[in-house]
């Protein structure tokens, strides 16, 4: 077997990004472990190492090489998974199955660059599929089902957003993965890659022998796979380590139990260890966990009899009668253990807003039923992904069919206009001799077009000032926020704050579909400062310009919540009126975005109305608090919002 490519760099001779290394080759030994998740920054060897991966792979029984497929950001499901030749069928008289890029990778690799920018519903059918190995195709009333074990290899940069929580269970492993600090690696590196850069094929060359031993091990760890043993001792171990990091559900268990065989194999062990399952628990619990690392309670002690680890197991990892577990939880301070240790993302959310001091912390109030926010009429503009707040024209074969055309984008056969558009041209084709009792030619095949609902994405602006905390009013937007947060969820839609408050504005709550940590952000959102509503806007724009490039088909939905009382501004005149400035350049820019105001100020008998003003400068609604509840709509909004949302 060859391992010399002058265009694949060799895993080899990979410089530092030891764990990410191990990770990788624990997928390829066990495929069905689900998949590994590489999390990190640009330029950090994620598409270097899976490339390199796919060569060390066995050879498959003809005599090729593992396939690599790199699966592209803009295929669709039937390019994906597979789909009946409907152009065949119709020429034919016959099905015949389309292999999709899943079929594709069987025995090889399925890489996915920028996975957290693939559609939801695509992720979620491959990672099926990697778990269980096999892919089942059911197209126009025809069923097939094809192995397809996968090696899959997804990479992103958060930077660009995270993947939906669901999403990220589902992979088996994860793996975080940053520049190199040490000065030596760093220089190796250079060098490597000016070696290769040079001469490929030489220094693939070099590599070989390395590049065979890998392979070797490979090859051994998967063969010697069936037999690895995991004691009960094990087991209780590794439930434990899910149980201190407050993990949901059983998928971490189940795969750190597969990679710590992979592990145990891999180092030439028939038995599983405390070593292997301490090595491999990191991988299963960086995206699973709510601590910013992993927990691990000290292993269970060693035992000479195999066979009696298998029956003590149970008792061994069980807590201590004695209630020394107990007390060990109890001695940091009553209530400790039902809080996970903070992460470093909700450690940031804790930290000192732009004011540079805590303010003060207001509880959040009750939530309540939101009153529908309307939705924007549907556009021309095709749409992926799931939700239900607004209605699009589906890019995929997914939605209902609201009409047809001849234009062919999916290859989503309308039947009925396809026979319809033909029915006219039957008697003069029939002369033309023997066929089909139906004859299809090209021009008479029409697609569907298909509507559906989608997700939208919201942007909280959020006055975080002292004049908040006056009358607690900020209980009262919470309680709001909270309530928008929850009907958000319902639909699917993906969130992001910005708060403003004292000299400045950030973004503490980046794009997420995780309304938990929204929520927790919600509760530790302090009040204090001054009023920068300019600095508040300029950074919303900076944040809807990236979602913008991200995905330019979305329409986010801007909710501003203040009462208007701009103190603090960027230097371009008085305050209230720079902001007004802003906002009306603001709602021009973003002309596809949908703005409400929520006016925080308190009733009374004198009113400023400066949100009133804001708003009309964004030319959006302005609701207050008490507007956003479902049950203060009066019958004439009912009928409005009735008619909004009819299908």
């Excluded at 010697?224 to 949901?248: D, S």
């Excluded at 794009?511 to 300029?538: K, M």
Aim: with cysteine.
């Amino acid at each position: 077997m060859s391992f010399v490519s002058d265009s694949v760099y060799p895993f080899a001779a990979l410089c530092g990004q030891e764990r990410m290394r191990l990770a990788l080759v624990l997928a390829a030994i066990d495929p069905a472990i689900g998949g590994v998740l590489i999390r990190g920054e640009k330029g950090t060897a994620k598409s270097t190492a899976a490339r390199g991966l796919a060569a060390l792979l066995p050879r498959l029984a003809e005599g090729r090489a593992a396939p690599f497929v790199d699966l592209p950001l803009g295929a669709t499901e039937d390019r994906v998974i597979g789909s009946i030749d409907l152009e065949a069928a119709l020429a034919e008289g016959r099905a015949r199955f389309q292999p999709g890029l899943l079929a594709r990778a069987d025995q090889g690799i399925l890489y996915i660059d920028e996975v957290n920018l693939l559609d939801d519903h695509l992720v979620e059918s491959i990672l099926d599929v990697a778990a269980s190995g096999v892919n089942r195709v059911e197209r126009e009333g025809q069923s097939l089902v094809h192995p397809a074990r996968i090696t899959l290899i997804g990479t992103m940069n958060p930077e660009e957003g995270d993947l939906r929580p669901q999403l990220l269970d589902r992979f088996g492993l994860a793996v975080a993965v940053s520049g190199e600090s040490d000065p030596a690696i760093r220089v190796a590196l250079m060098r490597a890659r000016e070696s290769f850069e040079q001469d490929g094929t030489a220094f693939a060359q070099g590599w070989a022998e390395a590049q065979a031993v890998l392979a070797g091990r490979i090859v051994r760890a998967r063969a010697a796979l069936p037999q690895i043993t995991l004691p009960r001792p094990m087991q209780g171990f590794i439930a434990e380590i899910c149980r201190r990091n407050h993990v949901a559900g059983h998928r971490a268990d189940l795969a750190i139990a597969r990679a710590a065989r992979a592990h145990a194999a891999w180092d030439g062990r028939d038995i599983v260890t405390a070593e292997d399952v301490t090595e491999v628990a990191p991988f299963a619990l960086l995206h699973r966990m709510r601590g910013a690392t992993p927990d691990l309670p000290p292993p269970p002690p060693p035992s000479e009899d195999p066979e009696e680890s298998d029956q003590d197991g149970e008792s061994e990892s069980a807590p201590n009668s004695d209630g020394s577990e107990e007390q060990e939880e109890s001695g940091a301070g009553e209530g400790d253990d039902a809080a996970p240790p903070p992460s470093d993302a909700e450690s940031a959310e804790q930290a000192p807003g732009p004011a540079g001091d805590d303010g003060d912390v207001q509880s959040i109030g009750t939530p309540f039923t939101p009153r529908p926010l309307g939705s924007e009429p549907r556009d021309a503009l095709l749409r992926t992904g799931s939700g239900r707040r607004a209605r699009s024209l589906s890019a995929s074969r997914q939605g209902r069919m609201v009409a047809s055309t001849p234009l062919r984008e999916r290859d989503d056969i309308a039947f009925d206009a396809t026979l319809r558009a033909a029915a006219p041209h039957q008697l003069r084709r029939r002369d033309e001799g023997p066929g089909l009792a139906i004859r299809i030619r090209p021009e008479d095949i029409r697609e569907k077009r298909r509507e559906r609902r989608v997700g939208s994405f919201l942007l909280f602006v959020v006055d975080g000032s002292g004049s908040m905390g006056a009358h607690r009013r900020m209980v009262e937007t919470k309680a709001a926020i909270l309530s928008l947060l929850l009907d958000a969820y319902q639909k699917r839609d993906r969130v992001a704050m910005v708060v403003f408050r004292g000299t400045g504005a950030e973004t503490v709550l980046p794009p997420t579909g995780s309304v938990e940590r929204a929520a927790r952000l919600l509760a530790d959102l302090p009040v204090g400062g001054r009023t920068p509503l300019s600095a508040g806007l300029v950074e919303a724009a900076r944040l809807l310009d990236r979602v913008g490039r991200r995905d330019p088909a979305t329409r986010p939905l801007v909710l501003v919540l203040t009462d208007g009382r701009a103190n603090a501004g960027l230097g371009g005149g008085p305050p209230h009126e720079e902001a007004l400035r802003l906002a009306a350049a603001l709602g021009q820019r973003f002309a596809a975005a949908r703005f409400i105001v929520i006016d925080t100020e308190p009733p009374g008998l004198i009113r400023l109305d400066l949100a009133g003003r804001l708003a009309a400068a964004l030319a959006a609604p302005c609701l207050r608090t008490e507007d956003l509840r479902a049950e203060d709509l009066r019958a004439e909004d009912l009928v409005h919002f009735a008619k909004e949302f009819q299908p």
